[in-house]
């Protein structure tokens, strides 16, 4: 399926805030509305974005109504998530695809919306982008500035050039790789396979990141997406921030033990240490668009995810 990249925004647009998972806090939504606001747009929340339903956002019907309403609105050029959570699978099998086909616009959020940037992509071909969400990280008072201005690239197409001059890269296994990006968090990503949306990886640059996870879990997870072939198939693999994914027991191996374990036996140029995920600062990128992989200049070029 060809890649379809939304358009660009423009000042004075409306963009649309949704929450498919977790409910956000709402102070720090607020804070992060804010921000959208400065940036020049105007803003249409969800009508059940502050619905409490244990860890959901609501009832199932709640939260695909907004995803649908905010993606049919003419009015609305991009639908931004306010935080992940879980929850996100839950709806993923409800979600009218061809509405998103005729009606392509700006998706962002990361996390357990890695589900759905899978889904959209692999049913629609739209281009969606993974980055820091309102309540969970532009909402908080310490967000590094890198973070929020990952959003510019929303308002002019611009190409990414990943260095070590944002973050010290580290090389697992050397190469060259091109190829969509795809992928997100090594959880959610997992919990796609065996099912209609199972991620495909094919020739594709495959990104991985997660958060709370122990080396035990991250192992068991790896060696899941390895044995279903899915690091094989990519065309390399980006390893992106695991955040506080410590062994909470003596006897354990670290993370980067279990990491370069299953990366050596994939054995497909692969760089560790982007600033992807649960971190901040958070460098956000498209997801579905051409990449590649350097790991002699140590550089990642991202294609822009706008027309």
């Known amino acids: 399926m060809n890649a379809v990249k939304p358009n660009r925004l423009i000042k004075g647009d409306t963009v649309g805030v949704i929450a498919p998972a977790s409910p ?4 720090s939504l607020e804070r992060g509305i804010a921000f959208l606001k400065d940036l020049g ?28 309403e905010l993606f ?12 992940g959570g879980f929850g996100t699978g839950r709806i993923a099998e409800k979600i009218d695809y061809e509405l998103i086909k005729k009606n392509p616009k700006i998706f962002w959020g990361y996390s357990d919306i890695t589900f759905l940037h899978t889904t959209i992509r692999q049913q629609s071909g739209l281009v969606t982008f993974h980055g ?12 590094h500035l890198l973070s929020k201005e990952g959003f510019l690239q929303l308002f002019k197409p611009t190409s990414l050039v990943y260095t070590e001059q944002i973050s010290p ?6 190469g060259v790789a091109m190829g ?55 065309s390399g693999i980006l390893i992106g921030d695991f955040c506080d994914c410590t062994p909470k027991r003596n006897l354990s191996l670290s ?9 050596q036996l994939a054995n497909k140029p692969s760089v560790k240490g982007f600033l992807m995920g649960h971190c901040n600062p958070h460098i956000a990128i498209p997801l579905g668009v051409q990449a590649s992989l350097n790991t002699y200049e140590k550089n990642l070029i991202v294609d822009s995810g706008i027309l």
């Open 72 to 83: 049919i609105d003419p009015k609305v050029k991009a639908v931004i998530c306010a935080c």
């Open 132 to 143: 820091p969400m309102l309540a969970s990280d532009i909402g908080k008072e310490d967000t």
């Open 180 to 234: 969509e990006i795809v992928g997100g968090n090594l959880s959610l990503l997992v919990s796609t396979l065996g099912t209609a949306y199972e991620i495909d990886t094919k020739d594709r640059l495959l990104l991985i990141e997660d958060v709370n996870e122990e080396p035990r879990s991250v192992d068991r997870m790896l060696n899941q997406l390895y044995m279903a072939g899915k690091l094989r198939d990519a």
């Open 255 to 263: 993370l980067d033990e279990v990491i370069a374990h299953y990366v």
């Open 169 to 174: 890269l580290e090389v697992l296994v050397n």
């Open 24 to 27: 956000p806090n709402q102070e």
């Open 41 to 68: 747009l105007k803003v249409k929340v969800g009508k059940h974005v502050s619905r409490v339903n244990g860890y959901l956002a609501g009832f199932d019907q709640d939260r695909l109504e907004d995803f649908h």
